[in-house]
């Protein structure tokens, strides 16, 4: 009877004293966010080279796009701080507008890439202050590109854009910075003026 006993005190101190609630025990905490740090928003010209012109972050710099070097007034408007960019591509409209709708359609193709991925794509046209229209997408969800937009005078000239954010964090903890980065893409397009 005294061996049961023991057995059964023994068996209650192992069964009672893992709980790990206890002040000395391990409690594993739970997953934190990144503490990001947002500048304010502050923006100067682009330089002149380009066919186009804007106010851009003072925090971004302008690299040409790697994917397409042939392509002269493509560019990426880089922040270092965020490790994202938003990919500007541009082309020549030329008055032929079977070439604008191929562009038109290519923006709808590019964004659909990543549709497989999105929990959601709302998709709106925009008139902005000065003027011009804009047909933004909204790709919710852990998307690389949570914002794209192409943009057109229908006569010469065509401009495409898409937010990437090059990060293994999910898009939810990346919420302000998407953002931040949605508000410059809409100071972008809201001082955007064509050259030519």
């Known amino acids: 009877m005294i061996r049961y006993l023991t057995s059964l ?11 790990g609630t ?6 594993p905490k739970p997953k934190g966010y990144n503490r990001i740090y947002l500048p304010p928003h502050r923006y100067r010209n682009l330089d002149d080279r380009y066919p186009y012109r804007f106010e851009m972050s003072e925090y971004a710099v302008i690299l040409p796009d790697s994917f397409a070097p ?4 493509w560019i990426f408007v880089h922040y270092p701080r965020f490790n994202a960019n938003i990919q500007l591509t541009y082309k020549e409209v030329r ?11 290519d923006a709808y193709k590019l964004s659909g890439k990543h549709h497989i991925r999105a ?11 000065n003027g011009k229209k804009a047909a933004l997408f909204r790709l919710l969800g ?3 590109s949570p914002y794209q937009f192409y943009t057109t005078d229908s006569v010469r000239n065509y401009l495409r854009g898409a937010v990437y954010l090059s990060s293994a964090v999910k898009n939810d903890s990346l919420a302000p910075v998407i953002e931040y980065l949605h508000k410059d893409m809409m100071h972008l397009l809201r001082t955007l003026e064509w050259k030519k």
């Open 22 to 27: 206890d002040e000395t025990g391990y409690v």
């Open 142 to 144: 852990d998307v690389p």
């Open 95 to 105: 008055n032929d507008p079977r070439r604008l709708s191929d562009f038109i359609d």
């Open 119 to 129: 929990s959601a794509v709302q998709e709106q046209v925009v008139t902005l202050e």
């Open 9 to 19: 005190l023994v068996v209650t101190l192992l069964v009672t004293g893992c709980g």
């Open 70 to 73: 042939q392509e002269p007034n």
